[in-house]
C-alpha cells in the first residue's frame, strides 16, 4: 500500500495517560500534516512538518501536544496527559515536496483516539 | 490569511437531482482550491482541485467545480445525485505557493433521497 498509513486506528486511553499516533508518509513525500477532526466538526490544522523541521505549529495546543518528524521513521503526535476533550479523530496527511501543481495533500485513514 | 465558508452543514437531494455544495474562499493572494470527499470512518478523498490552469475543474465521480474570482466561490455540483454520493465534503484553500498549510472549511454533509 504506497498511501499514507495511520497507526494505530483505534486507541482507547484513560484520563492521564499518554496517546501516541503514528504517521508514515506516501513514498517520496517529506512534507506531513496533522489535522483534528472533532465530533460533527470540521477539519482543524494543528502542524505541519519537514523531515527534522516543524514548519507551522499554530494550530496545536500550547500544552501536552507535541509532534515530530524524524530523519529515520514516522511522524509521531504525542498527546500527554490525556483528557476527555482530545478525543477525536487524528489525521495525517502528506504531500510532495516542490510540487508544482498545487500543494496537494493525501490523507491517511485516520487514527480515532476515545479517553475515557 | 486564507479561510473558506461553506454554506449549509447539511444538503439533502433527490436521487437523479442536481448536487450543488457551495463554497466561498477568502484569500490575500491568488489561491489552489479543493474539494474533499470524506465517507463515514475513513481519511478524506481528493474531488479536485484548481491550480489556475482553467477555472472549470472536472473531478472524479461526476463532480466538477468552477473558480469564480468575482465572487471568491468555488462551489462543487454533480448533474445527476447517485446514492453513493452519500457523504461528508470539505472545501479547502491554500495560497498559490508551496510550504503552506491547507485550511479546510467546517464540512458539509450530502444526503440522498430515494
Known amino acids: 500500500n504506497a498511501g499514507v498509513m495511520q497507526n494505530p486506528r483505534h486507541l482507547v486511553r484513560r484520563r492521564g495517560q499518554e496517546a501516541r499516533l503514528r504517521c508514515s508518509p506516501m513514498?517520496?513525500?517529506?512534507?506531513v500534516y496533522w489535522y483534528r477532526q472533532l465530533p460533527e466538526e470540521g477539519l482543524k490544522f494543528m502542524v505541519y512538518?519537514?523531515?527534522?523541521?516543524?514548519?507551522?505549529e499554530s494550530g496545536m495546543p500550547k500544552e501536552r501536544f507535541s509532534a515530530e518528524f524524524p530523519k529515520e521513521g514516522p511522524s509521531i503526535l504525542r498527546i500527554q496527559q490525556v483528557v476527555r476533550g482530545d478525543s477525536a479523530a487524528y489525521f495525517c496527511?502528506?504531500?510532495?515536496?516542490?510540487?508544482?501543481?498545487?500543494?496537494?495533500?493525501?490523507f491517511g485513514e485516520g487514527s480515532w483516539l476515545t479517553v475515557v | 490569511a486564507q479561510s473558506v465558508t461553506q454554506l449549509g452543514s447539511h444538503v439533502s437531494v433527490s436521487e437523479g437531482a442536481l448536487v450543488l455544495l457551495r463554497c466561498n474562499y477568502s484569500?490575500?493572494?491568488?489561491?489552489?482550491l479543493f474539494w474533499y470527499v470524506q465517507y463515514p470512518n475513513q481519511g478524506l478523498q481528493l474531488l479536485l482541485k484548481?491550480?489556475?490552469?482553467?477555472?472549470l475543474v472536472k473531478g472524479i465521480n461526476g463532480f466538477e467545480a468552477e473558480f469564480k474570482k468575482s465572487e471568491t466561490s468555488f462551489h462543487l455540483t454533480k448533474p445527476s445525485a447517485h446514492m453513493s454520493d452519500a457523504a461528508e465534503y470539505f472545501c479547502?484553500?491554500?495560497?498559490?505557493?508551496?510550504?503552506?498549510?491547507?485550511?479546510f472549511g467546517s464540512g458539509t454533509r450530502l444526503s440522498i433521497r430515494p
Open positions: 512538518l519537514q523531515k527534522e523541521n516543524i514548519i507551522d
Open positions: 496527511a502528506s504531500s510532495h515536496p516542490g510540487e508544482t501543481s498545487g500543494n496537494t495533500i493525501y
Open positions: 484569500s490575500s493572494v491568488p489561491p489552489y
Open positions: 484548481y491550480t489556475s490552469a482553467a477555472t
Open positions: 513514498k517520496g513525500h517529506s512534507h
Open positions: 479547502a484553500v491554500t495560497p498559490y505557493s508551496s510550504a503552506s498549510k491547507i485550511i
